[in-house]
């Protein structure tokens, strides 16, 4: 028999509104097609996916990091944000469980 698919809940704030949203992994490839589809954002991830043009910039409150950044994830961040520890690319965070119960703010 499935397993059946743990939701994911997680709070977006977008242009000042506030969004709960509920998800579970795998529906979303990452967090920037999540945000792009639920809150149908102008201007989001230009790159698509690449990590290179820091559209998707979000600010990640409770998030347990993976080790290390993937792609060119890194060299962006040092780029456009400096010496900041909550801010990552949304385009390189996957839709799993450790997005539970954490907020989220697109810069």
Do not use: H, W
């Not at 600010?59 to 950044?69: D, L, N, T």
């Amino acid at each position: 028999m499935p397993q059946p698919f743990n939701k994911i809940c997680l709070t977006v704030f977008y242009s000042s509104e506030e969004y709960k949203i509920q998800t579970y992994a795998g529906e979303y490839r990452d967090l920037k097609c999540l945000i792009e589809d639920r809150l149908f954002t102008d201007d989001f991830g230009q790159c698509g996916g690449m990590g290179r043009c820091g559209t998707c910039i979000v600010r990640i409150e409770g998030f347990e990091k993976a080790s290390g950044f993937m792609r060119n994830e890194a060299t962006t961040l040092l780029r456009l944000a400096p010496g900041i520890d909550d801010i990552r690319l949304a385009c390189q965070i996957p839709v799993d469980d450790r997005l539970s119960n954490v907020i989220i703010t697109v810069m």
